[in-house]
């Protein structure tokens, strides 16, 4: 679940807790994902770097130029590997009768895609994919971690916990709570 919905989203989604940050152990890494814009919250890529993910997944809906950058920053910040997609939409997989603004024409792209996959040190390992579906692609080094993190590790020897300490609360909130 989202933690932050973003301008539109707000019109159907509520916000996520602390609850749904989770970051999961696998044979490959710890894995976690921050969505779309989320990803422009410091806060939150503190919290997954500080959970050790090694595989940070960034899904977007954002297909613009300064992408790729932003998930380039990540992984160079992180000292992790970034995983991201982005839709491929033409304006044909919509419905004939649904009112698009954007073009007319069934064959122009409203989403163009973008997806990339990115190395701990910010290098671009695959990608990024422009105006067409796939199946993206790399061999990831894991032991490439270990040799990013020993000169900046952001949630480690970067910290400095004695001048600042970020506090994440991740008991599930309920938005109605009925006492007796």
């Given at each position: ?126 990608g990024p994919v422009f105006d067409e579906e796939c199946l993206l692609t790399a061999d990831l080094d894991t032991d490439e971690l ?35």
């Amino acid at each position: 679940r989202k933690l932050m919905p973003t301008a539109g989203e707000r019109l159907a989604w509520g916000f996520g807790d602390g609850s749904t940050l989770p970051v999961f152990d696998t044979p490959i890494g710890k894995i976690g994902a921050v969505i779309c814009w989320e990803n422009y919250m410091p806060m939150l890529r503190m919290t997954m770097y500080a959970k050790g993910v090694s595989l940070y997944c960034a899904p977007t809906a954002d297909d613009r130029e300064t992408w790729l950058p932003t998930i380039r920053h990540i992984a160079l910040e992180g000292r992790c590997f970034v995983l991201s997609t982005c839709q491929v939409v033409k304006r044909g997989d919509f419905p004939a009768d649904y009112r698009c603004t954007i073009d007319a024409e069934p064959e122009a792209y409203v989403m163009h895609g973008g997806a990339a996959i990115i190395g701990p040190l910010g290098n671009v390992l695959a990608g990024p994919v422009f105006d067409e579906e796939c199946l993206l692609t790399a061999d990831l080094d894991t032991d490439e971690l270990g040799r990013a993190k020993f000169d900046f590790d952001v949630a480690g020897n970067y910290a400095r916990p004695d001048v600042f300490t970020l506090t994440v609360n991740e008991a599930p909130q309920q938005a109605v709570a009925l006492k007796g």
